[in-house]
């Protein structure tokens, strides 16, 4: 069980828009920054978001993040089906002072 | 173009040890904390450890503690993870990445070397 609550799956229409919601505590959530990873099945995992709602570069603004006390959202517009993929949050936890991952949501772009 | 290379996977049995290497190239590898992530067959993403970018500290998830050790090699701008005592549970990919002031996000990431326990 992941210390960081992610839905196992969510689905949307091409065009669409598609929110990917991550919870946890005060200790994580709470006082640390949210990042999020896109990860295609048998590659490596790849930032999307870094610092609650920063994209880096080359990342394309249909993608953003927000953070609201202990929980973070990922949010897609205009779906495609390249952006069917897992999608992971991802925090440190100062109790634990470890790096801590949310399970991992799939998105199916119907 | 920053890049990291890992390597040193295999099949192995319980209770053996394995080291896996971590190249960096494309940017100072001598000012940035190195992390592993794992993850095991059709799972998510699990944190295993970290390093600061001097070796001064180094952080563990609890199932590897006494186990598993982290360390780091600035002049061959090498990462390493020993890994000890090693557990069917232990069988993943495992990825290394470059951290962000330490641990707040991971912007670079390895292709991955898989560890089987079996």
């Known amino acids: 069980q992941s210390v960081l609550t992610q839905p196992p799956s969510v689905s949307a229409a091409p065009g669409q828009k598609v929110t990917i919601s991550c919870s946890g505590i005060?200790?994580?959530?709470?006082?640390?920054?949210v990042s999020w990873y896109q990860q295609i099945p048998g590659t490596a995992p790849k930032l999307l978001i870094h610092?609650?709602?920063k994209r880096p570069a080359g990342i394309p603004d249909r993608f953003s993040g927000s953070k609201s006390g202990t929980s973070a959202t990922l949010g897609i517009t205009g779906l495609h089906t390249g952006d069917e993929a897992f999608y992971f949050c991802?925090?440190?936890?100062?109790?634990?002072?470890?790096?801590?991952f949310g399970g991992g949501t799939r998105l199916t772009v119907l | 173009q920053m890049q990291l290379v890992e390597s040193g996977g295999g099949v192995v049995q319980p209770g053996t040890s394995l080291r896996l290497s971590c190249a960096a190239s494309?940017?100072?590898?001598?000012?940035?904390?190195m992390h592993w992530v794992r993850q095991a067959p059709g799972k998510g993403l699990e944190w295993v450890a970290v390093?600061?970018?001097?070796?001064?500290?180094?952080f563990y998830i609890e199932s590897v503690k006494g186990r598993f050790n982290i360390s780091r090699d600035n002049s061959k701008k090498t990462l390493y993870l020993q890994m000890n005592s090693l557990r069917v549970d232990d069988t993943a990919i495992y990825y290394c990445?470059?951290?962000?002031?330490?641990?707040?996000?991971?912007?670079?990431w390895g292709q991955g070397t898989a560890v089987t326990v079996s």
């Open positions: 990445a470059r951290g962000i002031r330490n641990y707040d996000y991971l912007d670079v």
């Open positions: 494309g940017f100072d590898f001598n000012i940035y904390a």
């Open positions: 390093i600061w970018y001097d070796g001064t500290y180094t």
């Open positions: 005060r200790s994580n959530i709470g006082v640390n920054f």
């Open positions: 610092d609650d709602d």
């Open positions: 991802a925090t440190w936890d100062n109790s634990l002072s470890a790096g801590v």
